[in-house]
Each structure stands twice: as structure tokens, then as C-alpha cells.
């Protein structure tokens, strides 16, 4: 298993992943956000190889004060779900925070049928918003406190 900076090369990778777990973690209507995220050039965005294969993606950005960053589409391929990918890709997202920014509080936002993942790495429940990103997804806000 390695990571690595995310390249345009693998663009279509990552959205075969997002497809991939559509529409029971993503909502059809997320997918052009997406694509315009990957297009971005600010972003902090890496990808998780199994062997050959990009299994996992996910990212952060800052705001421009560097006193909130916020976790970005953090993805595992259906098919590798509960194989530790999306654990590893936390962890090391969560350090090249911590490296950048320690001192700077995390957030995220997620659904309801992923929120008990982030809370076994310490993230806190905020906010919920029934139904947040389309029927039957709700929106899940979170937060890791900086120490």
C-alpha cells in the first residue's frame, strides 16, 4: 500500500470510485462538485494505491487564515470497503495536518451512514441535518479538536 499526491492522470479513477459508492453514500447530485473539486488547483488531494490500483482517494483544504481545515471527499472504492484503505487514508491525512497546521481544528461532514468511522479517530458530532445532502443522506457535521 502507498500514497501519493493526486495527478490529473487519475482523474478518472477517482470517479470511478465516487460512482462506485453512489447512491448509497453519495448522492448523484454531488458528482459535479466532484469533478470540479479534482479540477481545482488549491487542493490538498492524495490517492491510496493497493499494489497497482488507486482503491481510496481524499484530501484537505485550509481556509486562507489557516484556522479551520476541512477534510475533502475522502473515498474508498466499493469494492474495498471495511479492508482498512479508508483507515490508513485517514490517518495519514490526519498527519499531514498535524505536520502543516497543528494547531488547527478539523472538520467534516459526512452521512449518517459513515459519522461512526470519524468518531473512532476522536471526531465529535456538531451538527445534523436530516435529508442535508439529498432524501434518505443526511448531513452529519463533525469536528477534531486541535491539541
Not at 490508513?88 to 495536518?97: G, V
Request: hydrophobic fraction near 30%.
Amino acid at each position: 500500500m502507498r500514497i501519493e499526491p493526486y495527478d490529473s492522470k487519475y482523474f478518472e479513477n477517482c470517479i470511478t470510485i465516487l460512482q462506485s459508492n453512489t447512491p448509497k453514500f453519495i448522492a448523484y447530485s454531488e458528482h459535479s462538485d466532484y469533478k470540479d473539486y479534482l479540477s481545482r488547483d488549491d487542493k490538498i488531494y492524495f490517492v491510496l494505491f493497493n499494489k497497482s490500483n488507486i482503491v481510496a482517494c481524499g484530501g484537505y483544504g485550509v481556509n486562507k487564515f489557516e484556522t479551520k481545515v476541512g477534510l475533502a471527499w475522502g473515498l474508498v472504492h466499493s469494492k474495498y470497503h471495511n479492508r482498512g484503505y479508508g483507515s490508513e487514508l485517514l490517518k495519514y491525512r490526519l498527519e499531514h495536518i498535524k505536520d502543516n497546521f497543528p494547531h488547527t481544528d478539523i472538520h467534516l461532514d459526512t452521512s449518517q451512514k459513515t459519522y461512526k468511522f470519524f468518531e473512532k479517530f476522536g471526531f465529535l458530532v456538531k451538527k445534523n441535518t436530516p435529508n442535508g445532502y439529498g432524501t434518505g443522506l443526511d448531513r452529519i457535521d463533525m469536528i477534531l479538536k486541535a491539541k
